[in-house]
């Protein structure tokens, strides 16, 4: 009885860690500096399944120049939702050479799916409103070191 007790608060501590990891943003990602014209964005790179899963999530604020470039293995309509993210953002669905092929508003903590209007492999998310600040739309180019040559 005493290893079950042991085993069983064993795993009790483990999942109240699990879940105490995952409601942690993420803030020691890569990094790498894209421009749209003359505006420079400091983006972390989200790369890997886990990494593009968490993404934004739990996050309370993000500085006005920064955002998150997701990065996936092959194009593909992408859709993003806003569960457990409490920042507003825009997510911008990118070709391959950097081309914003749409953009998209999206609202903290819903389920609501925002997709790319063709296959893409790239989807900045910046604070809600910042690519119509700088007059950024649809067709504008981004560049930057995942653009170069494309």
Known sequence: ???????????????????????????????????????????????????RAVGLMYRKEMPAHEGMLFVFEQPAVQCFWMKNTLLPLTAAFVADDGTIVNLADMKPQTTESHCSKQPVRYVLEMNLGWFAKKGIKDGTKLGGTPFDGK
Do not use: C, N, Y
């Open 1 to 51: 009885m005493k290893h079950f007790a042991t085993g069983l608060l064993f795993l009790v501590t483990f999942a109240a860690g699990a879940a105490l990891a995952q409601a942690t943003p993420q803030l020691e990602l890569p990094r790498v500096k894209l421009s749209a014209g003359m505006h420079l964005i400091d983006t972390q790179v989200a790369a890997t399944p886990q990494q």
